[in-house]
């Protein structure tokens, strides 16, 4: 049986290095995609995975990586995580803050998903998983583009699921609440120290990215859940949002 093989979005750094590293424990040969070239240099020397720079926003940077990583091997799971954090309350943010988080979170999946269908169509039992949000099951206030960006995630896993059934391809997401990553660090460090009050008020311990791994491990070999939601429920997600930072 051929090796199977993922290649994952930022897969430098947090989740999609979580998932790297249980991957490729697991025997799949593992690609790895990011803009931090100094991040992915590291974490590829450390599990032994393939590297490959990538821009998400960039669809012919997409096509040449999937072209590249796919001469090794067929591609049996596309992980499209990349992301970022949206900066600022949206009342304040500028249009270059709305084009950054909806261009990285929404416009990058879509380019993922459009590049890897002739690569997972070819392969039997293949699957594209998308990181979503909880923030895609209940609007986060103080999120509002990043939640937009991440309910686009999920209805695109949804259309996409039933649409791609009929050539042989799962489609699938993760819905992560409050993950113990540099994208949530980078938030929590600048809030004052009522936002941190009330985060630990509100029972929001962060979640180990192991967690969030193994939940992509089963849903990428599950026949029937669609989405996986991992770590505090949206709801809880949605009240601490309003005591992050603006
Ligand atoms: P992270 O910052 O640790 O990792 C994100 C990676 O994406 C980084 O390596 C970064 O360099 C890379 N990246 C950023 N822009 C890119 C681009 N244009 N092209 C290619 N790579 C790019 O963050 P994380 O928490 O592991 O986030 C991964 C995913 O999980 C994101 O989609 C995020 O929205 C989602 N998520 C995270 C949490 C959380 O609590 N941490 C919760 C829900 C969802």
């Known amino acids: 049986m051929a090796e199977k093989a993922i290649f994952i979005s930022g897969g430098a750094s947090g989740i999609g290095r979580a998932v790297a590293t249980l991957f490729a424990a697991k025997g799949w040969r593992v690609g790895i995609g990011d803009v931090d070239a100094a991040a992915m240099a590291a974490t590829a020397d450390a599990l032994g995975v393939e590297a490959h720079a990538l821009d998400v926003r960039d669809y012919d940077q997409w ?6 990583f796919t001469r090794g091997g067929p591609l049996h799971v596309l992980h499209n995580n990349a992301g ?6 949206y009342g304040e943010i500028g249009r270059d803050e709305i084009d950054r988080v909806t261009d990285i ?4 999946v879509l380019y993922g998903a459009r590049a890897a269908f002739p690569h997972l169509a070819r392969t039997p039992g293949s699957c594209l998983l998308n990181t979503a949000s ?3 099951i209940w609007g986060a206030p103080g999120l509002s583009a990043y939640s937009a ?4 995630v999920r209805g695109l896993t949804e259309a996409l699921d039933g649409e791609w059934a009929a050539a042989g391809i ?3 997401s993760l819905m992560p609440g409050f993950i113990d990553t540099p994208l949530l660090k980078a938030s929590i460090a600048g809030s004052n120290q009522t936002a941190r009050e009330k985060v630990v008020e509100a029972g929001l311990e962060f ?4 967690e969030v791994a193994q939940a992509a491990w089963d849903l ?3 026949d029937k859940a669609l989405h996986a939601h991992v770590g505090p429920t949206a709801r809880r997600l949605a009240f601490a949002a309003r005591w992050l930072p603006g």
Do not use: C, D
């Open 105 to 108: 979170n929404f416009r990058g």
């Open 170 to 172: 799962r489609v699938r």
């Open 220 to 222: 990428v070999h599950s």
């Open 134 to 136: 909880a923030s895609a």
């Open 63 to 68: 096509v040449a990586v999937l072209n590249a």
């Open 149 to 152: 960006t991440k309910f686009g």
């Open 84 to 89: 970022i954090a949206q900066g600022g309350p």
């Open 207 to 210: 979640t180990p990215v192991e």
